[in-house]
């Protein structure tokens, strides 16, 4: 299995709360990847990272940040946390092109 | 833009029965086609997958052929087992600067009872 640790798993927070959810990955990879996952909308990418400080915007990403000071980190913060921000959260990482490697899911609620 | 429609689940057959699950897409270029599946309370992992027109992807077996003329890329299986059970998702590949996004479909829940 790919080695890429996400946290938290599992976290409830309140409306206009800030969060940060990190993705860690022990493959250097050079491509990583911030997806979120809603019933009736499959996967949607948030935003990415295609190195080190360089990140750029996926479909959906009013109200998200990113940082990546280090190759094997790659942070996603809400800022001020939504209702319409519940959701499960993955990572994934990947060195060649379309073969991504996933991790296990960080499931946010806001309440 | 591009995009990928998968049949709407759940499916839901017995074991050993056939199984096929429809995906179109809409890209410009050629993009690179997949599969990954997901299986309850894990992430995503890849399935299959197939690069050019006329190519086949294969494993487990599972197999799908990208079809260039009717932009599809129906996933088969011959005999499905209850351990098939699980979230099927279509993507395909946005080049671009010389890295890749996928977009994927909505996924296709598959359910096999014994």
């Known amino acids: 299995d790919a080695g890429i640790t996400q946290s938290p798993r599992h976290k409830v927070t309140e409306t206009g709360t800030p969060v940060t959810l990190r993705c860690h990955q022990t493959?250097?990879?050079?491509?990583m990847y911030w997806y979120r996952q809603d019933p009736g909308h499959g996967l949607r990418l948030i935003h990415y990272?295609?190195?080190?400080?360089?990140?750029d915007k996926g479909e959906v990403s009013d109200g998200y940040s990113v940082s990546r000071s280090k190759t094997e980190d790659f942070l996603l913060t809400l800022e001020s946390a939504t209702s319409s921000q519940t959701s499960v959260y993955f990572c994934?990482?990947?060195?060649?092109?379309?073969?991504?490697?996933f991790g296990e899911g960080s499931r946010l609620t806001v309440l | 833009g591009n995009s990928v429609t998968q049949m709407e689940g759940p499916v839901t057959l017995s074991e050993e029965a056939f199984l096929t699950i429809n995906c179109t897409y809409t890209?410009?270029?050629?993009?690179?086609l997949f599969w990954y599946v997901q299986y309850p309370g894990e992430g995503l992992q890849l399935l299959l997958k197939?690069?050019?027109?006329?190519d086949k992807g294969s494993n487990k077996g599972f197999e799908a052929t990208y079809r260039k003329e009717t932009t599809s890329f129906h996933l088969e299986k011959g005999s499905v087992q209850v351990s098939d059970s699980a979230v099927y998702f279509c993507?395909?590949?946005?080049?671009?600067?010389?890295?890749?996004?996928?977009?994927f479909g909505k996924g296709t829940m598959l359910l096999v009872s014994p």
């Open positions: 990272s295609y190195g080190v400080k360089d990140t």
């Open positions: 890209a410009t270029g050629y993009p690179s």
């Open positions: 197939a690069t050019k027109a006329d």
């Open positions: 994934a990482i990947s060195e060649t092109s379309g073969e991504l490697f």
């Open positions: 493959e250097n990879h050079r491509y």
């Open positions: 993507a395909l590949s946005d080049e671009g600067s010389g890295y890749s996004t996928l977009t």
